[in-house]
């Protein structure tokens, strides 16, 4: 695309979820209570976790630090969405924008393959309980999260090193309330098939290994767990496992959607939608599912709750 007589883009200007000043109050205090959920609740599990001894397993290892990623994941962009639901300039600096792209990238990715270690952690205990203490050790747990972390961080590189080369021109109005790479890639006046052929790829590969592992895994465990006799040791043998799949499947059918659909059938409002399902409304129903259905943390809530009562 020609770029003469085109004055080169600095700073990006967010649409927003809506211009109606009612509307963006009402927003405002909806995402300040879904974002203090997600804080408190993902905070409170963390403390739980390290504060009971008896939740010093690699289960609860992994829990741990999915309430970490999703602290992340929210604390990327809702602060951010806050701050523009009241403010009367909207704009973000090109750079402050790729920098919250690339934050919302590794948080992603990094959320996703650490539910494909919850799941390993899950398909273990009930397809091979005698041997899941040495396929679980310690050092394994470590290097299954590290390994989630540095995937996500190298996928996040990836896609962020292919956007510093686009050139921003002509509009800078972004049709969302974040700075997502599918929307971002609609404003550059460079040709961005070279970035979207990155991003599907990356996008499918990372995601294939990851929801496959999730299904093949499910698939083991259903085939074990119905081959139980006793129907008490089925509905316990279900009932370790029934949260997760929840969590797997709002994760990933609305990312999936979002990231490898073709920009030119893009609609603001399911882009906003998905975005807030993934990004928003799924950090804060993790640590709900993972905390109301899990009578161990609420035991260890307890717990807690009791000792700092009798430190006082």
């Known amino acids: 695309m020609p770029m003469k007589n085109q004055t080169t883009v600095t700073e ?7 211009s109606d000043p009612q509307m963006k109050i009402f927003l405002f205090l909806v995402f300040l209570v879904i974002y203090l959920i997600t804080m408190s609740s993902n905070i409170v599990i963390m403390v739980v976790i390290r504060a009971d001894s008896h939740l010093h397993t690699p289960m609860y290892f992994f829990l741990f630090h999915l309430s970490f990623v999703d602290i992340c994941y929210s604390s990327v962009r809702v602060p951010n969405t806050l701050r523009n639901f009241l403010a009367e300039h909207k704009t973000i600096y090109v750079n402050g924008c790729i920098a919250q792209m690339f934050f919302i990238l590794l948080s992603g990715a990094a959320e ?4 494909s270690a919850m799941t390993y952690d899950r398909y273990a ?10 396929k679980m050790r310690k050092g394994i747990c470590v290097q299954l999260v590290s390994g989630a972390w540095t995937t996500g961080f190298f996928y996040a590189l990836l896609n962020t090193v292919f956007t510093l080369k686009l050139h921003f021109c002509g509009s800078n109005q972004i049709h969302h309330f974040s700075c997502e ?9 460079t040709e961005t098939l070279t970035n979207q052929v990155v991003l599907l790829t990356s996008f499918v590969i990372f995601g294939s290994i990851s929801f496959l592992f999730v299904l093949i895994s499910y698939v083991y465990m259903i085939s074990t767990i119905l081959r ?4 008490e040791g089925r509905h316990k043998a279900f009932s370790t496992c029934s949260s997760h ?3 797997v499947v709002l994760l990933y059918l609305t990312g999936f959607f979002q990231y490898t659909k073709p920009i030119s059938v893009s ?8 975005s807030i399902q993934y990004s928003v409304l799924t950090p804060m129903l993790n640590s709900i599912i993972y905390s ?4 161990e943390v609420k035991t260890g809530l307890r717990k807690t709750l009791g000792k700092l009562k009798f430190i006082r």
């Open 125 to 134: 205990a009930i397809c091979d309980p005698l041997s899941y203490m040495e």
């Open 245 to 247: 799949p929840i969590v």
């Open 12 to 18: 990006f200007i967010f649409l927003g979820l809506s």
């Open 228 to 231: 139980i006799r006793c129907a």
């Open 112 to 115: 996703s393959f650490i539910l």
């Open 181 to 189: 790479l599918p929307p971002l890639l609609q404003l550059a006046c």
């Open 267 to 274: 609609s603001v409002v399911l882009d906003e939608i998905f």
């Open 292 to 295: 109301l259905k899990n009578k």
